[in-house]
């Protein structure tokens, strides 16, 4: 709990209050995301229709929203599909019940631009909208710098203070996108979908030794740990202060 | 039965039809006997006045004045009869016809004409009006006029029609009584049927519609019915035995975190606790992960989840998942490989469900195998544009007799009791298999030796595009 009390802090001071426009119908459930949500410094509106929903994002400019699927008057994805249509690009993440089907294409395709199944830790929830507002843009850079760490994309070599960390293609990949978004918290089931392209869960906890593998090289004893395990969240590439 | 809706009932109406079909046969009986008999006394009439006309012609002139004369004389004649002798001028010389009739022609044919005797209603006969020849054959200048009247006829219809009339009301209560017997003897066993199953419908699920000996239609129809009903209740001990499997399997987790919220309630060691909530959000997550497959399972038997499905490389996918799985594989001393295949295996399936396949496979056979053990996948293509993978282990295998039941929900060997896991990885993937269309057979890795070890082999149907242009997108 230590790490999310920082992290909550450290929105707090450096950064104004990020708006989120919440349209969920679910009494209970929109209180305790809102509740989470505003603990960890975001501003909340709630909306509990569609036509609500839309009503809200298009009179007042948001930095985030998290679109449930099934909502009365006008379903999510109608919602979505609306607000691009009139131009508000908003970042959308989708909730969605867990048996409808083939509702992630059908949510990334109206526009959302993440997607999230019922029941999901708080943890995933916070994890994902972090990484929504702070998406990488895909820099031109051609070397990533993270604390000691260096990652020439074009040589494909990583030093850690000027040692060279011998990666295999799969650990590269994965370092990379931890190195492009340091800070932040990165779930076991974002890091599946994201560097492996995988939408299922494993029964084993395959990316525990993943990075198990990739923190055995990075962090050689003696040196200060970089990827720490961020409790019932996942992973997290920090600089210690 | 027979106080609300009668009009409804079978028995009802298959008696109507029955009474309905007696009176058309009785009707279509009289009818042709009618018109039978009709034709016969036509017949009949007409060939006695022409033997009549060809006698009396054959007399000499004055002989067949007097045999007319004789005629008109004798009892009834005057009514059913009639003859009479006319000039060429239709002028009559003697007989009980006093008029030429209206319409007669000389000619050796029968006419029916419409005749009005002086008092009476007119009313029809049949007449015939020959020339009198004379020894040379010329008219002799009359014309012998003959009548029948219609009486015959008319009365033999009559009676025809009356019988037939008289007859209709005992063929009708015949016809119903009978059809009454007959129905109810048919429609007794519909419902026996309907009674077992209200009862079946009642919950009792062991109930079975009455056969018979007899291999009727209806016979025939309750024992598919049963064999219906014997499927069903195989389906339902299924769903049961699934259901007390799912209860078990949650109930397990959710114990566990049960007794231990218990335990530390009021406790403020806040190292304690968070380990224990830790501990409580991985026993829940397991039951999440339960009810995830369960659902998914679900999903992709009602076949609807096909949003995702692409042209797909399956030597791609099989890369994949050795890719993920080759660190765990590592850490526990086994070796992992792709062989078989390096170019492209093209078909049309959801990239990410068969990685999920491959994925639970490689999962169990990791679980399974031993230290020192291998596990390997192979892409292989296959004659009739067929392709493989197989996975295979040298792990503890699946006993013969086990290998169909593994697909089963919740199945686990008595081996793997110890090891975790939802127990519905093989039905998921049999599951999306089918979504595939795709076979699954089960077979032993090296037959035989201790560690027996098993090779799946998934057969696919090649994307038929494979075979024209390599654009595997």
């Not at chain 1, 850079?141 to 074009?154: C, F």
């Not at chain 2, 007959?182 to 199953?197: N, P, T, Y």
């Not at chain 2, 975190?257 to 409580?280: C, F, K, P, Y």
Request: proline fraction near 4%; aromatic fraction near 6%.
């Amino acid at each position: 709990m230590m790490s999310a009390e920082s992290h909550e802090a450290v929105l707090r001071q450096s950064e104004p209050a990020i708006r989120l426009l919440l349209i969920e119908d679910d009494d209970s459930i929109a209180a305790e995301v809102v509740a989470e949500l505003e603990a960890r410094g975001y501003g909340v509106t709630r909306a509990s229709t569609g036509l609500e929903g839309v009503d809200e994002a298009i009179s007042r400019r948001y930095d985030l929203m998290v679109v449930d699927r099934m909502l009365p008057e006008l379903d999510g994805l109608s919602v979505i599909e609306r607000l691009r249509r009139e131009q508000i690009m908003t970042p959308v993440l989708v909730l969605s019940a867990l048996s409808a089907v083939d509702d992630r294409v059908n949510g990334l395709k109206a526009g959302g631009d993440d997607y999230l199944t019922k029941p999901f830790a708080m943890e995933e929830l916070a994890a994902r909208l972090e990484a929504l507002l702070r998406r990488p843009t895909d820099s031109r850079e051609t070397v990533l710098r993270v604390g000691p760490i260096e990652m020439d994309l074009i040589e494909r070599k990583v030093f850690r203070e000027g040692r060279e960390v011998d990666l295999l293609p799969r650990e590269f990949r994965l370092l990379e996108y931890m190195m492009r978004r340091p800070g932040a918290v990165l779930t076991r089931t974002m890091l599946l979908e994201d560097v492996w392209n995988y939408r299922f869960v494993p029964q084993t906890n395959l990316v525990d030794v993943h990075i198990g593998k990739l923190r055995r090289k990075i962090d050689v004893p003696g040196e200060a740990p970089l990827i720490q395990s961020i409790r019932g969240a996942g992973f997290s590439l920090r600089v210690p202060n | 039965m027979f106080q609300t809706d009668i009009f409804r009932t079978a028995t009802f109406r298959l008696t109507l039809a029955f009474v309905v079909a007696i009176i058309a046969g009785v009707l279509l009986q009289f009818m042709l006997v009618y018109g039978q008999m009709t034709n016969y006394e036509r017949a009949r009439s007409t060939d006695f006045l022409k033997r009549e006309a060809a006698l009396l012609v054959q007399e000499t002139p004055e002989e067949l004045e007097d045999a007319v004369r004789d005629r008109t004389k004798t009892d009834l004649r005057v009514i059913l009869n009639g003859a009479a002798l006319f000039d060429l001028m239709h002028q009559p010389i003697v007989g009980d016809i006093h008029t030429w009739p209206e319409g007669l022609e000389v000619s050796p044919e029968a006419q029916r004409l419409w005749v009005v005797p002086r008092k009476d209603r007119p009313f029809e006969m049949r007449f015939m009006a020959v020339r009198v020849p004379d020894r040379d054959g010329h008219s002799d200048g009359r014309v012998l006029v003959l009548a029948r009247s219609m009486h015959m006829a008319d009365e033999l219809r009559y009676i025809t029609k009356r019988s037939a009339l008289m007859s209709v009301i005992p063929i009708v209560l015949f016809a119903l009584l009978a059809g009454i017997f007959l129905s109810h003897r048919a429609l007794a066993r519909v419902k026996e049927m309907r009674e077992a199953i209200v009862r079946i419908m009642g919950g009792d699920l062991q109930e079975r519609l009455p056969v018979g000996r007899e291999r009727d239609d209806i016979e025939r129809l309750a024992s598919a019915v049963n064999r219906m009903l014997d499927r069903l209740e195989h389906l339902l001990d299924e769903i049961r035995d699934v259901g007390n499997d799912i209860a078990h399997d949650l109930r397990t987790p959710l114990a566990r975190v049960r007794a231990s919220l218990e335990r530390v309630t009021g406790s403020e060691d806040v190292e304690h606790l968070n380990a224990v909530i830790q501990r409580a959000t991985q026993d829940l997550d397991q039951c999440f992960s339960i009810i995830t497959a369960l659902l998914r399972i679900g999903e992709l038997e009602n076949g609807r989840r096909r949003a995702g499905f692409a042209m797909t490389d399956l030597t791609e996918v099989v890369a994949g998942i050795v890719d993920l799985y080759e660190p765990i594989a590592e850490t526990q001393g086994i070796a992992l490989h792709q062989d078989g295949l390096t170019s492209k295996a093209l078909l049309y399936g959801d990239a990410d469900l068969l990685s999920e396949v491959l994925a639970n496979l490689v999962d169990n056979a990791i679980k399974f195998t031993p230290e020192g053990g291998e596990v390997g996948l192979r892409v292989e293509r296959q004659a009739d544009h067929k392709i493989s993978v197989q996975v295979f282990d040298t792990g503890i295998g699946i006993p013969e007799q086990e290998r169909g039941a593994v697909l089963g929900r919740f199945y686990r060997s008595d081996k793997s009791r110890h090891i975790p896991g939802s127990g519905l990885g093989l039905s998921l993937v049999s599951a999306i298999l089918d979504l595939h269309g795709a076979t699954l057979t089960i077979e032993a890795y090296q037959e035989g030796h201790h560690y027996p070890g098993s090779v799946f082999t998934l057969v696919f149907e090649a994307a038929a595009a494979e075979n024209g242009m390599e654009n595997g997108t």
